[in-house]
């Protein structure tokens, strides 16, 4: 009772003292300006309508859609992964649903912070020379606040979801392009925000939430690394997007940022970001991080996006190049060495080949074989390929081909320094969202389920099996720098057909940390748990022979895996001890060195004595000894779980 009261005092306390330090920043300030006026100017009564809009929007998701209203902590998450080009209720509500609440609250607090600057770079109000607000409905503020802006962030989510490499879920990829189209205005503002106001704002939100936190010294589960459980490329994907977006937006305005300040922000988000760590999944929990790669990458992106923003426009390429470009025309000594080795039409017809002067003399008195109008003469076909004029004459023939020709080297002749770096960006970005493509085409085989034993539930197929094909990742078939993505895995696996659904939720190791774990599987307006358990007994100076059971709510356990027999490392009276599980029992095999007979018995439920080959078994609790002669030793004991 004591603690609560005094949890309750303390969120009291955390919310009037962040109210107070906001409110006696605001005294203190002699700016002359107000901020609420700084607000207004660009957005409607100066608030961020459609960031509350998408915020509500992506909770709302949270709650009736992934069933988070019946369990805050613990959503429905499989059905709602970006599975498949062939799934799309995954692929459309991927990245607005989250795998747990602290996923949400983190993407949600990101929102907070990096959305208000975006969507005050875009404004509320028309930006138009000659233009005013509420003369169409593209230039009303209010639709731009609260039908534009949302539709806008929708269309970046699912581009992040259909352009993503996985099975991805979260709001993440839309953050961080609001990041990256903030960026580009803001630079210093997006910074401090995304790196620092950030997490202010989760530490004060644990506050009021949790005001205070116990917590005990106690071992972990096999996990896979940091890095290794964050959506890089997606995170890229979405940056790249919001920044490309807001390049071409702010150069139609004519706004351009301070080039040392967008450098520096640019390359300290991505490094304070983690966009640096290309990784890839090697399987059996092994990942490989591509460190000293990430640096290169993320340097040289920074250098080559401030130029896309702040560059001139300047053509790139030097005024000769461009004027060949442009014209094609062969260089001075060319023409020349074809004029004097190559007889024109003209001069064989008896004209006179101004540009030809030895032709000329040559053929001053005619000549009766003239070439007459269509016919080609001896070497014209030469001084055409050479000159140029060929390519002048199928412009007569086919004007649209010649007129596309000169179009693109015109445009390449022209391109200003601004226009090659946002062009790089591009290409990144296509490289980046490519190869997402062919793993999104993923379609899973009716009979896809790895194990022996399953459980079905509603179309879900859960089943436990080890060092089966990762289905999802050795879809598409890759060999690069020694890696491949034919990745085998242990655990829970969870297959659908008809949503082109393959998981691994839980892994081998986990399960065999914990000793059971619950798999949330469901749909919209549904959902249903089933749980796995692992019980094994452990040979003493050997491994553990185990067995899994999968148990769906309200149901009895079904049995669906068994490993393999482990031995013991001691011998008694010339026999090897074996541990031996065998349809959700265990049993002790003692075996005689000398012939190989082999007697077994079945381990009790309580603690008691039993015999086998000859060898007296005590069960005490969760250890088995084994007796012979007066020697007593231990033989087996239950394997432990930490929950």
């Known amino acids: 009772m004591q603690m609560r009261l005094l949890a309750a005092v303390l969120v009291g306390l955390v919310a009037v003292t962040v109210v107070t330090s906001v409110g006696a920043v605001r005294l203190l300030d002699r700016s002359g300006r107000r901020w609420g006026d700084v607000l207004r100017a660009r957005l409607v009564m100066g608030v961020p309508w459609g960031t509350l809009v998408v915020i509500c929007f992506v909770l709302s998701i949270y709650l009736f859609v992934q069933d988070g209203v019946s369990d805050w902590h613990r959503p ?18 991927a990245p607005f ?4 609440e602290g996923h949400l609250v983190g993407n949600l607090a990101g929102a907070l912070v990096a959305a208000p600057i975006a969507e005050y770079a875009w404004g509320h109000y028309p930006t138009d020379r000659g233009s005013e607000s509420f003369s169409s409905w593209r230039r009303n503020p209010w639709i731009r606040a609260l039908v534009i802006f949302p539709l806008a962030v929708i269309a970046v989510g699912i581009a992040t979801s259909y352009f993503a490499l996985g099975a991805v879920i979260g709001f993440s990829g839309v953050v961080y392009a609001f990041a990256g189209f903030a960026i580009v205005r803001y630079p210093i503002t997006t910074l401090l925000a995304l790196t620092s106001t950030q997490g202010a704002l989760l530490t004060v939100y644990r506050a009021i939430n949790q005001p205070i936190f116990v917590a005990t010294a106690r071992a972990s589960p096999p996990s896979p690394p940091s890095w290794a459980t964050i959506a890089i490329q997606g995170h890229a994907l979405g940056f790249l997007i919001g920044f490309c977006c807001a390049a071409v937006l702010f150069q139609r305005r004519g706004e351009r940022s301070n080039p040392v300040r967008l450098w520096i922000a640019l390359i300290l988000f991505a490094f304070a970001k983690s966009l640096w760590q290309i990784y890839w999944f090697r399987g059996s929990d092994t990942y490989v991080l591509y460190r000293g790669l990430g640096v290169v990458v993320v340097t040289t992106l920074a250098v080559v996006a401030t130029l896309a923003v702040v560059s001139s426009d300047r053509p790139l390429l030097p005024q000769s190049v461009r004027r060949r470009l442009e014209t094609r025309s062969p260089s001075g000594s060319i023409r020349r060495i074809v004029d004097l080795g190559v007889p024109s039409a003209s001069v064989q017809s008896g004209g006179s080949a101004s540009d030809s002067p ?7 008195g005619g000549d009766s074989s003239a070439v007459t109008p269509g016919d080609t003469a001896p070497g014209t076909r030469v001084r055409e390929l050479v000159l140029g004029t060929r390519d002048r004459h199928e412009a007569i023939r086919t004007p649209e081909r010649a007129s596309g020709e000169a179009t693109t080297r015109s445009a390449l002749a022209s391109m200003t320094r601004r226009e090659t770096a946002f062009l790089a960006i591009v290409v990144v970005l296509a490289l980046i ?3 997402a493509v062919p793993f999104n085409i993923f379609v899973l085989e009716d009979d896809s389920s790895p194990g022996e034993e399953s459980i079905t539930v ?3 197929s859960i089943t436990y099996a080890e060092d089966v094909e990762n289905e999802l990742i050795s879809f598409v078939d890759i ?11 242990s655990g829970v696996i969870v297959s659908n057909s008809d949503r ?8 081998a190791d986990r399960l065999a940390f914990s000793g059971q774990s619950t798999i949330h599987v469901g749909g919209p307006g549904w959902r249903e748990s089933v749980t796995a358990f692992r019980r094994g007994w452990s040979a003493t100076g050997g491994e ?3 067995q899994i059971w999968l148990q769906r709510s309200g149901e009895t356990a079904r049995h669906v895996f068994t490993s393999e027999p482990k031995q013991t490392n001691v011998q008694l009276a010339g026999n090897n001890v074996t541990v031996l599980p065998e349809d959700g029992a265990f049993y002790l095999v003692v075996e005689d060195i000398d012939d190989g007979s082999t007697e077994s018995v079945r381990i009790p439920g309580e603690d008691g004595t039993f015999e086998a080959g000859g060898v007296t078994f005590e069960r005490d609790g969760g250890r088995i000894y084994g007796e012979v002669d007066e020697t007593r030793v231990q033989v087996a004991s239950r394997e432990r779980y930490n929950r």
């Open 76 to 93: 429905v998450v499989i059905p709602y992964r970006a599975w498949s080009y062939f799934y799309p209720l995954g692929m459309l509500t």
């Open 97 to 100: 649903s989250h795998a747990n």
């Open 500 to 507: 082109n659904i393959w998981d691994d939720p839980v892994s």
């Open 479 to 489: 060999s690069m720098f020694g890696e491949d993505t034919a990745v085998e895995t």
């Open 544 to 546: 553990t022979a185990y």
């Open 358 to 364: 030895v032709d000329s003399r040559s053929n001053s």
């Open 458 to 460: 509603e179309g879900y």
């Open 433 to 435: 969202s490519g190869p």
